[in-house]
């Protein structure tokens, strides 16, 4: 089976609710995409301007969603529809431990010249204490030169 790279232009928004407060974050990078069989695979990096870069690596399946990012912060996380997981985020500030629950994934591949997007709905605790809402939006489109 063939691996399909191309080049793409990535927008990353997270939204977090806590304590009434909702904080969004909006990230845009070029990037790679990788597709295989039902693997999809989103790799870019963060540009930081008050630290090192964040490196993000996406790996979409159809049962699960797994982040990786190393740089300035070190994680991995994986999402499974339903379920709880867990994981160390490590940053230059020391390491939290998460526990995550995973409300829902929704994925569609890029086809025919349009964009893809991957949407992750999820709470978190971060070392045990409080629930912060999370969406996870990111789109992508093919860059052509």
Same mark, same amino acid.
């Given at each position: 089976?063939?691996?399909?790279?191309? $080049? #793409?232009?990535?927008?990353?928004?997270?939204?977090?609710? =806590?304590?009434?407060?909702?904080?969004?974050?909006?990230? =845009?990078?070029?990037?790679?995409?990788?597709?295989?069989?039902? +693997?999809?695979?989103?790799?870019?990096?963060?540009?930081?301007?008050?630290?090192? %870069?964040? @490196?993000?690596?996406? +790996? /979409?399946?159809?049962?699960?969603? $797994?982040?990786?990012?190393? &740089?300035?912060? %070190?994680?991995?996380?994986?999402?499974?529809?339903?379920? /709880?997981? *867990?994981? #160390?985020?490590?940053?230059?500030? &020391?390491?939290? @431990?998460? *526990?995550? @629950? +995973?409300?829902?994934?929704?994925?569609?591949?890029?086809?025919?010249?349009?964009? &893809?997007?991957?949407? /992750?709905?999820?709470? +978190?605790?971060?070392? &045990?204490?409080?629930?912060?809402?999370?969406?996870?939006?990111?789109?992508?489109?093919?860059?052509?030169?």
């Amino acid at each position: 089976m063939t691996v399909n790279q191309t $080049s #793409v232009n990535i927008k990353l928004t997270t939204e977090i609710r =806590e304590l009434g407060q909702k904080a969004t974050t909006v990230v =845009e990078e070029e990037g790679k995409f990788y597709q295989k069989g039902q +693997t999809s695979v989103l790799q870019f990096v963060e540009h930081q301007e008050e630290s090192d %870069d964040i @490196h993000a690596f996406i +790996t /979409i399946q159809p049962e699960k969603v $797994s982040v990786k990012r190393s &740089g300035a912060v %070190d994680m991995y996380q994986i999402f499974r529809k339903k379920q /709880i997981t *867990e994981n #160390v985020y490590r940053h230059e500030f &020391g390491s939290l @431990h998460m *526990e995550t @629950h +995973t409300d829902q994934i929704t994925y569609q591949q890029p086809e025919n010249g349009k964009q &893809g997007k991957l949407f /992750i709905s999820y709470t +978190t605790k971060l070392n &045990g204490e409080g629930n912060r809402r999370h969406r996870l939006t990111i789109t992508f489109r093919e860059v052509f030169s």
